[in-house]
């Protein structure tokens, strides 16, 4: 019997942090680039994209992906040529010379922000952002979390088969809309039935979500640094940003 065992590399600064670690590293990569004005966007956001080249792996692996770049000029062009007066030419275009530092500076924005999303999301497990959140007083969110990861499965294979069944019958060829509809309403309908049998089946055994134990959170020796420059960063940025 063999077994398929998977390497997760993970970088010394990264495995030093814990969950409230990677928490406050977005959470200063979000006040670094959203209470920052102007060019100061620009600075700031290298500074972003530098601290999460030293931490994480491949940062910049998943923004390349073609729907991202297509998110980001769907936001960035119509700036450039709809906002203010078109005062500038390049190539025999007129646009707004205006209009291009906003959409740089969204541009920016939209970057950093979905780096930072996509390393929380890859470094803090699920687990353990639902055991804090429990501790937040929201109880029953780690059995909820549960139920969802349990679903995802029965989830992707009730829908293959259900599209695989309605391509076979004809049912995306004349009435593609109609075929659609039932295709979403059956998936709908087996994750209900799914998600049914193991609420029954947790009543069955008294689960209670307020009397249950919240997920452990993963804890390193930096969280604590991380916090401090999290909150000195952010009230340097609003003293500087009212003044």
Not at 28 to 56: K, P
Not at 109 to 117: K, P
Not at 128 to 146: C, K, N, P, Q, W
Request: glycine share 8%.
């Amino acid at each position: 019997m063999r077994a398929d065992i998977t390497l997760t590399y993970r970088r010394p600064s990264q495995a030093s942090l814990g969950t409230y670690g990677h928490l406050a590293i977005f959470g200063w990569v979000l006040g670094m680039i959203m209470l920052t004005s102007g060019y100061v966007v620009i600075v700031a956001g290298v500074l972003c994209l530098s601290v999460s080249a030293l931490i994480y792996p491949n940062p910049f692996r998943r923004i390349l992906r073609w729907r991202w770049l297509i998110w980001m000029l769907l936001l960035v062009v119509p700036t450039i040529f709809f906002l203010g007066e078109h005062d500038s030419v390049f190539a025999g275009v007129t646009y707004s010379s205006e209009g291009l530092t906003v959409g740089l500076q969204i541009a920016v924005r939209f970057i950093v922000l979905i780096i930072g999303l996509q390393n929380l999301t890859r470094a803090v497990d699920i687990s353990s952002m639902a055991g804090l959140l429990e501790r937040f007083g929201l109880h029953g969110l780690g059995f909820a979390v549960g139920v969802a990861l349990n679903l995802l499965p029965a989830l992707e294979t009730s829908a293959v088969q259900a599209w695989y069944t309605l391509k076979m019958r004809g049912g995306l060829r004349r009435q593609r809309w109609r075929g659609c509809q039932l295709l979403v309403i059956t998936i709908i309908t087996n994750a209900l039935k799914r998600a049914e049998e193991v609420s029954l089946a947790a009543e069955m055994r008294a689960f209670s979500p307020e009397k249950s134990r919240p997920f452990p959170i993963e804890q390193g020796p930096l969280d604590r640094a991380s916090i401090g420059l999290m909150i000195l960063t952010c009230i340097v940025l609003a003293l500087v940003h009212l003044l």
